[in-house]
């Protein structure tokens, strides 16, 4: 049975002054906000409601790829080389579907993350596969949903490999980086791609450092590579699941413009009648309609101030109150029904 998260108790930061950076942080950050836009010269793409909301593809990669990335104690990944092909497993098997169907198991659904993680190694990994390792591992994972699934899914695959594995529940990065950088109480974290690297980024060349993160997976992670070694860092292989901003729309309006991508809905939408909702900032923000306007050419009606991937938003997608609106990719709302 695996062992009960604990609180990691905080931690100095030996100096250091570390730079907050929240998963999905880039699109719902700053200041701003309010209605912008004309009235639609059109109803081609007016909002349509629906229960089942779907994310359109980021194909022209407005957002940075925050994939879920496995973070490892450069030290303890060197004192047993089957730690990192362990937990690349998991990077190998999971997608953004599962990802979103394991938080529904917890968030909607009730059961246990424990049980949850348990079910889906079992489906997806088979212990014969992994290279034999030993010595006790310590995984942590952040006070949110998804991240102690996560930790829980990366304990579990250790334990097939050969470890004697547990899961350690901590608080934010500004508390957990600087742990699993000594390997003194965490030595394993489950990571997103863009986010840890624009904050080691910071740690290592000032706060003002530029931005090296992008929407290209393997550009990123190369980026990552030299500047974790530098803290004592190692980072297997990024997984194709993602938990980044995303835009949705109702299924129902999705099949009624035939769009599946953010472009296809920019060619399906120069009327100028789609209706954004989400948080105040968005409309001056480069994640969000700044953005969707630069990058995709969309052109919206007006926008409605909601919140950033929370219930707001999702309720106003569902009663056709905006076209589209900002989500987080691996929400367990999105789970098909």
Not at 296 to 323: H, M
Request: proline share 4%; hydrophobic share 40%; with cysteine.
């Amino acid at each position: 049975m695996r062992k009960r998260p604990h609180v990691l108790a905080p931690l100095a930061l030996a100096g250091v002054l570390l730079t907050a950076a929240a998963c999905g942080e880039s699109g719902s950050s700053g200041t701003g906000g309010g209605s912008s836009g004309a009235n639609a010269s059109g109803q081609a793409c007016a909002p349509v409601a629906g229960q089942q909301l779907v994310v359109l593809e980021d194909d022209q990669h407005l957002q940075n790829a925050d994939n879920v990335v496995p973070a490892v104690n450069a030290a303890t990944a060197q004192a047993d080389p089957a730690l990192v092909p362990a937990l690349d497993a998991v990077s190998a098997a999971l997608t953004t579907d599962q990802l979103i169907d394991l938080n529904n198991a917890v968030d909607v659904q009730r059961r246990s993350a424990t049980d949850v993680a348990a079910g889906w190694v079992q489906e997806n990994i088979d212990a014969a596969d992994l290279q034999r390792g030993s010595g006790t591992v310590v995984v942590g994972g952040a006070n949110f949903t998804e991240s102690t699934i996560l930790a829980n899914v990366y304990a579990d695959v250790l334990d097939a490999a050969g470890f004697d594995a547990s899961v350690r529940e901590v608080g934010n990065r500004e508390l957990y980086l600087p742990a699993l950088i000594s390997g003194s109480e965490i030595q394993v974290f489950p990571e997103y791609l863009a986010t840890v690297t624009e904050f080691i980024n910071r740690q290592v060349n000032g706060a003002e450092a530029e931005p090296v993160a992008s929407g290209d997976v393997q550009r990123t992670l190369s980026a990552l590579k030299p500047l974790a070694e530098q803290v004592g860092l190692v980072f297997g292989d990024p997984s194709e699941a993602a938990d980044q901003n995303a835009f949705a729309v109702t299924q129902t309006f999705a099949e009624g413009l035939g769009v599946s991508t953010l472009s296809e809905l920019a060619d399906a939408c120069g009327d100028g009648s789609l209706v954004l909702g989400g948080p105040a900032e968005c409309p001056t923000r480069d994640y969000c309609q700044l953005g969707l306007e630069e990058t995709y050419g969309l052109k919206f009606a007006s926008f409605r101030e909601l919140d950033s991937g929370g219930p707001l938003t999702k309720s106003a997608l569902q009663q056709g109150e905006v076209s589209i609106g900002l989500v987080f990719s691996s929400d367990g709302a999105l789970a098909q029904q």
